[in-house]
């Protein structure tokens, strides 16, 4: 499965965003995705995923502010980013796991398909 994401932007703290993630090549609703961010200088950590079912599983640092949703007829899935602060800025990577297992939805091990990233940037 090929995955496109788009949707990053400038924006200032306490706006909004919503990122977009496009998969062609293979139907969106056998993969659980996620969402992951890399900020400058760190390394890439786990924002959220979503499972086949529609299970959510997000980082503590973006509850109640951020909301992931599929849309498999239109093999989507989308990361709305509410309450934006200095600190979500990173380049935002959708991927997907084939797998159905629940087990460390963060590990990026399991993730075989990965999107070309997306910038988002908060400012102050």
């Known amino acids: 499965v090929q995955l496109q994401a788009s949707g990053g932007g400038l924006v200032q703290a306490g706006g909004s965003l919503r990122l977009s993630c496009a998969a062609s090549g293979r139907t969106l609703s056998n993969y659980a995705m996620a969402w992951f961010r890399q900020a400058p200088g760190k390394e890439r950590e786990f924002v959220v995923r979503?499972?086949?079912?529609?299970?959510?599983y997000y980082a503590d640092s973006v509850k109640g502010r951020f909301t992931i949703s599929r849309d498999d007829t239109k093999n989507t899935v989308y990361l709305q980013m509410n309450s934006l602060k200095p600190e979500d800025t990173a380049v935002y990577y959708c991927?997907?796991?084939?797998?159905?297992?629940?087990?460390?939805?963060?590990?990026?091990?399991?993730?075989?398909?990965w999107g070309q990233g997306t910038q988002v940037t908060v400012s102050s």
């Open positions: 991927a997907a796991d084939p797998s159905s297992s629940t087990l460390v939805p963060s590990d990026q091990r399991r993730y075989h398909y």
């Open positions: 979503v499972s086949r079912s529609g299970r959510t």
